[in-house]
């Protein structure tokens, strides 16, 4: 089988790596926008190298042409996804990526075109192949499938604050931290200020009780679509420090995490993330954090009803940052990614259209397969209430 690794960057370059022994594949070729990059990556794992740019469309069909599977990691997804999904349907490969951007699952999902044109061509496009979303799906999935009847299932993330996360990932944030982004509420897909509707969820310890606000992330999307029955999607973020909540909020509010570019050389939102990981911007928006953990939460909360009665499903993990070092010093969304792609190889993904994590692979043995390779250890809480007299 024939894989296209789109993208050398750390978390496509360690998913080839791990693809290079995968079985299935006998023919592996990572391709980048940096020509000298794909070729040290491509002789350093024995695969092909090729240099591509994913905003000319001759060039993503050239480099995507033959494939069986294409490995998508180029982001930020929500200006490069769509191109190179269309392009994989129309060269009759399987599609995976890691995108995390709620307009890219929205467009993939709302829109019955993709679906349709997947389904022609025999293919799968399986989106939101990460931790978040991707872990958090089948966490959400297994929430679920715990309760008779689930009404709502809530994606809530905190972390501590850090202003240089890399200019792609800043891209992200500010993209799903201001603006309009999609909740799904009483049935539908519904646009909501980014930050509001602030909600406290108790957290495990060392956390406990937090305040999280309306965060543009794909999980809302395709939740609704694949489990049959939710009235209610969301997902939530906070940062642990207040204060770094308030610096996102305040320029959002003054229009600097923009994506519109204008007459500008760039857009306000590419100059802002560029600025945040120099040390001069760093030092100017970083925060004291040593009121918080230096960690990470998913705390997924499934609702509905089991035997008759109301009841929740509550998955929780927690990511030790200060201390825990991942194996090879592999990447968080390396590990869950490469497992995703294996399972698509090795045809335990046998479905066709367009998919998520959700719909098509079983939560608990891909759980019990990936937390511990991350370090971490899940929570699993069942409550219920019945009415005594």
């Avoid at 608990?364 to 990936?370: A, D, M, S, Y």
Wanted: charge should be negative.
């Amino acid at each position: 089988m024939k894989v296209a690794i789109l993208s050398c960057g750390s978390v496509a370059s360690r998913v080839a790596r791990s693809a290079a022994a995968f079985d299935g594949v006998g023919d592996l070729v990572v391709a980048d926008l940096d020509a000298g990059r794909a070729k040290a990556l491509g002789e350093a794992i024995g695969a092909r190298h090729a240099r591509f740019d994913a905003t000319d469309p001759e060039s993503i069909a050239a480099v995507v042409a033959d494939a069986d599977v294409v490995f998508n990691g180029v982001g930020p997804f929500y200006r490069f996804a769509l191109p190179i999904v269309g392009a994989a349907i129309d060269a009759g490969a399987h599609y995976i990526d890691i995108c995390d951007e709620f307009d890219v699952a929205e467009a993939l999902v709302t829109d019955p075109a993709y679906d349709e044109r997947a389904k022609a061509a025999g293919v799968a496009v399986l989106t939101g192949c990460g931790v978040a979303p991707g872990a958090t799906n089948l966490m959400a999935r297994w929430a679920c499938d715990g309760l008779d009847r689930a009404d709502a299932v809530h994606v809530v993330m905190g972390l501590p604050f850090v202003a240089n996360l890399g200019p792609t990932i800043l891209e992200h944030m500010f993209h799903s931290l201001s603006g309009e982004i999609t909740q799904f509420l009483d049935g539908e897909y519904r646009k909501v200020p980014a930050w509001s509707d602030p909600k406290t969820f108790e957290l495990l310890a060392p956390y406990g009780r937090r305040e999280f606000g309306y965060f543009g992330h794909a999980e809302p999307i395709t939740l609704p679509r694949f489990i049959p029955g939710l009235k209610e999607a969301t997902s939530r973020f906070t940062w642990w420090q207040s204060e770094g909540n308030e610096i996102y909020r305040r320029l959002a509010g003054l229009g600097l995490m923009s994506s519109e570019r204008g007459d500008l050389p760039m857009s306000p939102q590419s100059f802002l993330a560029r600025h945040f990981c120099t040390p001069e911007g760093g030092r100017a928006v970083q925060i004291d954090v040593s009121d918080a953990p230096i960690g990470s939460v998913f705390h997924i909360r499934a609702e509905g009803e089991k035997d008759g009665a109301a009841a929740s499903v509550v998955i929780e993990t927690h990511h030790d940052m200060a201390n825990r070092v991942l194996e090879d010093g592999a990447d968080m969304t390396a590990i869950p990614a490469a497992a995703f792609l294996r399972r698509l190889v090795d045809g335990e993904i046998d479905r066709t259209g367009v998919l998520a994590p959700e719909a098509c692979v079983d939560p608990q043995p891909f759980l019990h397969e990936v937390m511990p390779r991350l370090g971490l250890a899940l929570h699993h809480t069942t409550a219920q209430t019945r009415r005594v007299f």
